[in-house]
């Protein structure tokens, strides 16, 4: 693995040197424009100092325009994947489990965050199960790999993916999209924006409504079939601009869906006694589910931006926002068509931050000042029933009710700026100081249906925790040619601490801050007048005190900070454009992942008749020691190709594409038992159609998954075995599109 990756290095390191002194030489007439044949470059706010092209922003970071989005049917967070490098997106019933460089937590529950942040217009989304949402009216999309957090903050320890929506337009515009296909899927989109008040005021509306049948049958009697979808959204925007120096933006959503959740495939046999979920073991498109397996929410929001340029250095930013989300979710725990384990879950969540930023444009000196406050407040039920069946023995039949309420405040400073020490040198220095205080109300009620066992109760309500962290970072990028940029950064990356949201006694209920430092170096470089662009990150990371399940005293198994680890790693982007209307994209990702300290990993019930021959499990505990392992959801290798080609036709453009992904095994236990794990895989995604004159109507054909591969986006151990959440199966749709 480490000879591979220094040879790959190596060898892009020294062809792009190697050019760059070439270039740096070469007559600038020989370095013009492409015309339409160049590789277009995408104006990005990564940074947060203003507007910078791609290229030439010294982070890592993987850019998608609308047209990008539109070409390869990205319509939400998951399917980024085949596009990321070293991304990977998992679910927990109707929650997203986001991993960058294996950085990520399957930790979804009210007193946690995660460790990716997903932010749309600045405005951070707290929630797990709000980062699902469909993109509408996006201009962009930025995956920001590595941490962030001097300029992101608190959680942003993995990396970040920015919304950024479309402004209103001072001239009338729109776009209706209309989807039909497999699972009688029908989906509407459209996009209205134009002036009010030209000059002065204008506004935008989208909208979008998705209907679609399970593609999950149930075959337990009664059951219905899961994997359906029903969503709603709206989004609204009012730009009110005055003068040319103020500009305020007033932006509203609302989000709702109702799901049949894709069912947990069972990986090997549960019981016995249950004779249809046994007949489907391997079969990822059959379920036998006894009892509803369904998710609903309900989200909205709204923002104030304020932008005002003082001077000609000096620009404020004011971003105020308020959001609410209800999420209610019913789930069949033990996975057959028998009477088992069943639960409930019902989460109510209100947040409200406010930014301020100086902006500072000097003639060598770019930079931010930013204060940063944080709300939320959260409210959860949890009741796991399990009934007196078959498959329950009496002293475990119980009711589990769980009642928590988690309150956060986070509050910070922060400041960034690049001086550029000649016109091809630039340092950047950055510090955040961050405060947290969080605080928890617990109730847990364990009530046996055999009246001669105990009841067990807690209930807990100590002071709140303080936590707080310094975040610096330091970047030197240096511009080697005009097209080839080189860079090398150190960042510290924070994430809160937090509560067991099921603790039941006061060992187990908080758990501290876990931190990471970054070490990377990347290449940017285009080529051949920009028909060719090559990008290369390495890094190094040493994180620790992750926030992980397990024993953390005797009899207390829970979240707690008992272990770290060191990840590095290599990722390759490139795109070519050899002809006029063919293009080319590459990206390889290699990525090393091991805890260096975790002996004591816990190992649930289900995961234990598997470990039980490993010398590194302890029977007595229950604990495996993982130190070595892979961590979760951190395949060693990833690549994702595409090929598109467009030719003209009588008025308008025809055009095909096609995709193809494919990732090595992936665990998702710190014990790396094989049937806690997908193996590898590949997907390809294809489609063809044709644009009308001036872009103004298309018609497209879309297929995923063309050889409906069967294969797992995360596996846990929930109910009676181990068992995996199945990818979606192969899907065909229309698509037709009018643009005005």
Known sequence: MKT????????TAAMILAW???????PAEAQGDAGGQAIQDIVVTATRTGATQLQRTPIAISAFSAEQLDASGIVNVKDLVSATPNLSVGQATASAQIYIRGIGSNNVFIGSDPDVTVQSDGVYIARAFGQFLDFVDVDRIEVLRGPQGTLYGRNAVGGTINIISRKPSDSFEGRAQLSAGTDDLVQAQAYL????????????????ILRRDGFVENIAPGGKDVGNARREGVRGQLRFAPSATVEAITRFDWNGSFERMDAYSHLLAPVAAAPLATSLIGDYSRTALDSPQNSRTRIWGISQEINVELSDVL????????????YRVNVDIDGTELRGTYGFQADRSKQFSQELNLGIDLPR????????YFREWQRSTLRNTTPPSAVTAPARATETTVNPVARVRSQALFGQGTYH?????????????TQDRRGIDQRLMRVPFDPALPTIGFAASPPPRNYHAWTPRVSVDWQAARDVMLYASVTRGYKSGGTNFSA?????????????????????SDWFDRRLRVNLTGFYYDYSDLQIQSLLAPGVVAIGNAASARVKGLELETIARPA????????YALLDSEYRHFPNAAVPSQLRPYVQGSPRYDAATNTFDATGNRLTAAPRSSLSASAQYEHALGSGTVFVRGEYYWQSRAHYDPSNALIMSQKAYDLINLSAGYRGADDRWSARIVAKNVTDKQYLITVAANGLVPAGLAGAPRTVALQLTWNW
Do not use: C
């Open 4 to 11: 591979r990756m220094l040879k790959l290095g190596a060898a």
């Open 20 to 26: 760059a002194g070439a270039q740096a030489q070469a």
């Open 193 to 208: 924006s134009g002036p009010i008040v030209p000059g002065v005021l204008q506004a935008s509306i989208a909208g979008n």
């Open 315 to 326: 620009t404020l930013k004011s971003l105020t926002a308020y959001r609410r989300s209800a």
């Open 365 to 372: 000196f770019e930079g931010v000042l930013g204060a940063y």
């Open 421 to 433: 020490l000649t016109d091809a040198l630039g340092l950047t220095l950055g510090l955040r100081y």
């Open 504 to 524: 039941t006694n006061l060992a187990a209920l908080t758990f501290d801050p876990e931190t990471i430092w970054s070490y990377e170096a990347g290449l940017k």
């Open 580 to 587: 006029d209307g063919l293009t080319f994209t590459f990206n």
